[in-house]
T-cell receptor
Framework: RKEVEQDPGPFNVPEGATVAFNCTYS??????FFWYRQDCRKEPKLLMS???SGNEDGRFTAQLNRASQYISLLIRDSKLSDSATYLC?????????????FGTGTKLQVIP | DVKVTQSSRYLVKRTGEKVFLECVQD?????MFWYRQDPGLGLRLIYF???????EKGDIPEGYSVSREKKERFSLILESASTNQTSMYLC????????????FGSGTRLTVV
């Protein structure tokens, strides 16, 4: 089983729709979680951290479910500019070092 | 804003050549990283550095080496380029580790022919 798994998509949604992606992780000791956004042919950019209690940034909501070992990203009122690939990042600590694992990404296409 | 600059956007090199990829960051970050990104495999860590002249192997260091002579500069070296090293290479900088978030450079797409 992969350490971090994402549905590659693409998710094709109309403008204004609500869409959610999940990212599952295998290591129950994972402690830190993030979402990055990567536009086509561009570098990943940090979108938001994921806190245990869930957190919101405008139209974006991130949640963590430790029991089922997944994080989620919800985008409300989708905009054309939200079209991108969304990467999850899962971090655990071992022997004084961090192990940072990127998911392979979920592609979102928002359609007019 | 932190800026991470990679010297080349596109590179084409021949098999067996020695290749240097340069990365410079301008925010005095201690930590720098080299990743490669391939379709279906995501980002994989090649090497990282937590201080000048310090380097640590990541998950896929074979065929690569790095150099960090100055805090702001982290170079990735392909000792003898091979076709399986054709990839997108991304440099990143961070105030701490991954839990501080990474700032990535715009990437170097390397093709080895």
């Amino acid at each position: 089983r992969k350490e971090v798994e994402q549905d590659p998509g693409p998710f094709n949604v109309p403008e204004g729709a609500t869409v959610a992606f999940n990212c599952t992780y295998s290591n129950s000791a994972s402690q830190s979680f993030f979402w990055y956004r990567q536009d086509c042919r561009k570098e990943p950019k940090l979108l938001m951290s994921v806190y245990s209690s869930g957190n919101e940034d405008g139209r974006f909501t991130a949640q963590l479910n430790r029991a089922s070992q997944y994080i989620s990203l919800l985008i409300r009122d989708s905009k054309l500019s939200d079209s991108a690939t969304y990467l999850c990042v899962v971090i655990y600590y071992s022997g004084g070092y961090q192990k940072v694992t990127f998911g392979t990404g979920t592609k979102l296409q928002v359609i007019p | 804003d932190v800026k991470v600059t990679q010297s080349s956007r596109y590179l084409v090199k021949r098999t067996g050549e020695k290749v240097f990829l340069e990365c410079v960051q301008d925010m005095d970050h201690e930590n720098m990283f080299w990743y490669r990104q391939d379709p279906g495999l995501g980002l994989r860590l090649i090497y990282f550095s937590y201080d000048v002249k310090m380097k640590e192997k990541g998950d896929i260091p074979e065929g690569y080496s790095v150099s960090r002579e100055k805090k702001e500069r982290f170079s990735l070296i392909l000792e003898s380029a091979s076709t399986n090293q054709t990839s997108m290479y991304l440099c990143a900088s961070s105030l701490g580790g991954g839990d501080y978030g990474y700032t990535f450079g715009s990437g170097t797409r390397l093709t080895v022919v």
